[in-house]
């Protein structure tokens, strides 16, 4: 797994660096993500482009996410996120991952530095133990607040 969460984090860097280098003008917004069970960094590459890495405070229930999307309209934004999981729970242990390919959502400006976010969206799911997997579609809604550093 530790494998896995090295090559997640390894193309994260390298769609920043891909994104820098292709002229895209950093906003530098840089920020802290608080959702329910998750703490996440967000860096916005362009002023409707931004990326996300996520990680799931459950001691059971490990996913490390990648998220990236675009501002649509005002406050409409769309994207894309992957995850990698890894589990150990009332004795069954695995991994897995999870894939939406599309999810929309609306940013809810507090103040300057402090907005709230809610999205909605389809994903798959795959987890595998000891041989046998499962796989499916659910419909995740998450909110959560962002906080701009700088």
């Known amino acids: 797994m530790l494998s ?38 967000r860096y916005d590459i362009k002023d409707n482009i931004g990326t996300e890495i996520r990680y799931t405070l459950d001691p059971e229930i490990k996913v490390l996410y990648l998220r990236g999307d675009i501002k649509l309209y005002k406050r409409i934004f769309c994207g894309l996120e992957y995850g990698l999981i890894s589990f150990d729970y009332e004795g069954i242990s695995g991994t897995g991952y999870t894939l939406t390919p599309i999810f929309i959502g609306y940013k809810m400006p507090i103040n300057k530095r402090i907005s709230f976010l809610f999205d909605l969206g389809i994903s798959y799911i795959k987890l595998s133990s000891d041989g046998d997997s499962l796989g499916g579609f659910e419909f995740p809604i998450n909110a959560w607040i962002a906080i701009n550093l700088f």
């Not at 820098?20 to 003008?25: D, F, M, S, V, Y």
């Open 4 to 41: 896995n969460k090295i090559k997640l984090i390894s193309v994260c860097l390298l769609l920043l660096f891909v994104a820098i280098n292709l002229n895209a003008e950093p906003s530098k917004k840089f920020g802290v993500v608080l959702g329910d069970p998750w703490l996440g960094l």
